[in-house]
């Protein structure tokens, strides 16, 4: 009975170790022969399927290229493994060292910063408004009394809340279970306007039925800084991934994945998003930087 | 892993606390929940009644086949298809069905869903009886009211009363499918917060805890009813043994 303690808590110490190693990721990478990337379903043009286990998008390519980086600094060739990831699971699938580097559509945001780490911002969202064509609303200020829909378990619903509150415009808040439904809400009478990130709601008009009676309009509710996100204190590795960036950035190359994602015919439709890149892209591409969102709030 | 518990004490940006919400969303569950079982146990009863009728005149061949057909419409579609048909399909077919807010199609659905169950038990429990039961009501001059109303439904329902309580324990717990339609329920509260707070184990416990202390509370209420309407050496309880 003792003895079987004592193996426990040599066990255990050991185990602790190997935690404290999985930190390394570049060493981790290297042992294993493979690399762990997170990938989601359906982020828009930053990371989704194309079915038969095939990954592609605006951050999927730009993993592939600090990837790239890493076999030179690994001196070997690695293994690239999908795994899919959802926003519920992402953050602890990284944190446990399931995934050593996710490349999906997370907002970098204090909260998130205690947890993970997140490389240079690559993509700035803008939270949008999208209505019927024919509906006439403009602006937010229209919505008094109407019904705005937006999806359970995204940020836009407590930013709808915030605006609510600090604006006084009444209006009536209805939730899609996901994406597709809330567009449903909208595209079916049930909500007059889809409060989401830009580039969901450019990709769920692009897929309509009839793209043109629904449009983009009004301010900017939020900005929000998406990055690529791999585990806290890895200073090397992170160094990696900042660095590609920042190669890419400076030769411009970021600039044409992205035009090459948002502007450009895309698979497996082959249809448009329509959205060049705004201010607030161009200016985190000139200064990189891995601000969270909150660095982000109204000047 | 350290537990944050003081999550819900923060405020969630509209000027509530995590906590406050988190009751808020208790009470829709509750609410979605006690209405559906209210519809699921009248037009359940009903439909089960209705597929015992005896066979003897037109109009009651044609409610029995109306209630089968009823129970066989709702027992074949998940629920959440359901919810979905009443709140996305049929408002294309009939306009004025737009206003009606989600939580009325929410609590039909899932009432009717739950009804087509209901009324299967209670079928088995009429159909278990002798048939004799039935007979001697008959002989006695009874209508068939007064049949139903004196001899087979006290008995029916003392038969099917632990399965009953089972269903209205899923009832509650099928309630969480009312998120789908835009109801701030308990399973829609918990994958909002998490997403804001990121402390999803934190969240997904006390939403656990209150599902199951909600379960629990019905399966109490329903075990107290079933003890306070035994009839001693009629339906004898589980543990006794015999029968009739």
Known sequence: MKKQFVTLAVATLLAGTAFAQANDTIAKVKAAGSITMGVRDSSGALSYTLGDGKYVGYHVEICQRIIANLEKAAGKKLEVKYTPVTSQNRIPLVENGTVDIECGSTTNNEARQKQVAFAYTTYVEEVRIAVRANSGITSIAQLNGKNVATTTGTTSVQLLRKNERATGVDFKEVFGKDHADSFLLLESGRADAFVMDGQILAGNIANSKTPADFKIVGEVLNVEPIAIMFRKDDPAFKKLADDTIAGLAKSGELAKLYDKWFTQPIPPKNIKLGMPASDANKDAWKNLNDKPVEAYAKK | ?244
């Not at chain 2, 294309?92 to 009324?119: D, E, H, I, N, W």
């Open chain 2, 1 to 244: 892993m350290t537990l944050d518990w003081q999550v819900f004490l923060q405020d969630d940006g509209g000027g509530r606390t995590y906590l406050e919400w988190m009751f808020d969303a208790w009470g829709w569950t509750l609410s979605v929940a006690g209405s559906a079982w209210v519809v699921a146990m009248v037009s359940g009863c009903l439909m089960g009644i209705l597929r015992t009728l005896p066979q003897d005149t037109r109009l009651n061949v044609w409610l029995a086949r109306f209630a089968n057909a009823w129970v066989e419409l709702f027992r074949n579609i998940p629920v959440l298809v359901q919810i979905f048909l009443w709140y996305f399909v049929l408002p294309k077919v009939f306009p004025a069905m737009q206003q009606v807010p989600g939580f009325v199609l929410v609590v039909l659905g899932l009432g009717f869903f739950t009804s087509s169950r209901v009324a299967e038990m209670l079928r088995a429990g009429i159909q278990a009886m002798p048939r004799g039961q039935r007979y001697a009501a008959m002989a006695m001059g009874f209508t068939t009211w007064q049949t139903y109303r004196y001899v087979l439904l006290p008995i029916a329902f003392r038969t099917i009363w632990p399965p009953l309580t089972s269903e209205s324990m899923n009832l509650l717990k099928n309630s969480s499918v009312a998120f789908a339609v835009s109801i701030a329920e308990l399973t829609m509260y918990a994958m909002q917060v998490q997403e804001e707070t990121s402390r999803g184990i934190e969240v997904y416990l006390a939403v656990t805890a209150l599902y199951t202390l909600s379960a629990f509370a019905v399966n109490r209420v329903m075990a107290f009813v079933e003890r306070r309407m035994q009839i001693p050496g009629l339906v004898v309880a589980g543990n006794v043994g015999g029968g009739h």
